[in-house]
Nanobody
Framework: QVQLVESGGGLVQAGGSVRLSCAASGRAFRPSLLDIMGWFRQAPGKEREFVAAVGRSGANPYYADSVKGRFAISRAAAENTVYLQMNSLKPEDTAEYYC???????????????WGQGTQVTISS
């Protein structure tokens, strides 16, 4: 079993930056369960949407169009940890941000097997 724990959310002014972290842990889980680690977000009254994802060792990152050029996903090669650097934040970025893990690349939340509990990011205008 895999546990994902996010941290780093909070209240940020528009135009500011915040960095989210997600650490995976568990007992004797297969490394392939974490081949892809990604971030999704969900705002009140809206569906959960893909933000970014990355393969092992930070390979092949990809982003939602709404965050491309402003957010950067990274992953430490030796750690089961993924980061999301969020810059030039806008009020519409306000949401609960979730870390997730999958065995193959996908932008579809249903393809992700493990989820964190979420961390709130609120952008004030």
């Amino acid at each position: 079993q895999v546990q994902l724990v996010e941290s780093g959310g909070g209240l940020v002014q528009a135009g500011g930056s915040v960095r989210l972290s997600c650490a995976a842990s568990g007992r004797a889980f297969r490394p392939s369960l974490l081949d892809i680690m990604g971030w999704f977000r969900q705002a009140p009254g809206k569906e959960r949407e893909f933000v970014a994802a990355v393969g092992r060792s930070g390979a092949n990152p990809y982003y939602a169009d709404s965050v491309k050029g402003r957010f950067a996903i990274s992953r430490a090669a030796a750690e089961n940890t993924v980061y999301l650097q969020m810059n030039s934040l806008k009020p519409e970025d306000t949401a609960e941000y979730y870390c997730a893990a999958a065995r193959a690349h996908s932008r579809w939340w249903n393809d992700y097997d493990y989820w964190g509990q979420g961390t709130q990011v609120t952008i004030s205008s």
